[in-house]
């Protein structure tokens, strides 16, 4: 069964604190992404990974980094967490690349940002 | 940015209903996703479509893509509670393996 898994379900941060969010996936995947869900915009894409240390923006990566040194693990980073972060941050793995495949999700982390 | 802008945002039912989903853009894309997300965990995969016209069906849940492949709809007949969740399609160019994620419509289905 496949699955993925982070390490957080909630977090909560002070303005300016680094955070990091850690994401694994036990199905040999190729692809990982981080997205931030907000009610009314739905899913929006921070970063992806086709490869190990390899990465890619997505549509929102200011104020974010990441990390990928094993296929497994994909990590995403707040250098310097600020209130507008705060939100629900999800975490996907998917075999190929290719827009058709499934996307496999974790059960997210909902960080607050005080 | 493509943008996917889904109608209604928020629908609350009674059982037995039938309801219509809607997720509509001005680009035309290479494949579509339909994924479903109960309260607390990830979204969930339900449908892809890839031609353009196609239809499929996963139980009482009928897919369309449109014909421009600018488009799709979710059909759900005679809805039941365990319905209730956020939809959310998503779309690919097919040039990469990214998705553009609609806005979400919150589907609540009651007794």
């Known amino acids: 069964d496949v699955k993925v898994t982070q390490s957080s379900r909630y977090l909560v941060k002070r303005t300016g604190e680094k955070v990091f969010l850690e994401c694994v996936q036990d199905?040999?995947?190729?692809?990982m992404f981080w997205y931030r869900q907000d009610p009314g915009l739905g899913l929006r894409l921070i970063y992806f990974?086709?490869?190990?240390?390899?990465?890619e923006k997505g549509d929102i990566p200011e104020g974010y980094s990441v990390s990928r040194e094993k296929k497994e693990r994909f990590s995403l980073i707040l250098e310097s967490a600020s209130t507008n972060q705060t939100s629900m941050y999800l975490c996907?793995?998917?075999?190929?690349?290719?827009?058709?495949?499934?996307?496999?999700f974790g059960p997210g982390t909902r960080l607050t940002v005080l | 940015t493509q943008l996917l802008e889904q109608s209604p945002q928020f629908l609350s039912i009674q059982e037995g209903e039938n309801l219509t989903v809607y997720c509509n853009s001005s680009?035309?894309?290479?494949?579509l996703q339909w994924y479903r997300q109960e309260p607390g965990e990830g979204p969930v995969l339900l449908v892809t479509?890839?031609?353009?016209?196609e239809v499929k069906k996963l139980k009482r849940l009928t897919f369309q893509f449109g014909d421009a492949r600018k488009d799709s709809s979710l059909h759900i007949t005679a809805a039941q509670p365990g319905d209730t969740g956020l939809y959310l399609c998503a779309a690919s160019t097919g040039t990469a393996s990214k998705l553009t994620f609609g806005t979400g419509t919150r589907l609540q289905v009651t007794l």
């Open positions: 996907a793995s998917s075999l190929t690349a290719g827009g058709a495949d499934t996307q496999y």
């Open positions: 990974s086709y490869d190990v240390k390899m990465k």
């Open positions: 199905m040999d995947h190729e692809n």
């Open positions: 680009s035309v894309f290479s494949s």
């Open positions: 479509v890839v031609t353009g016209g």
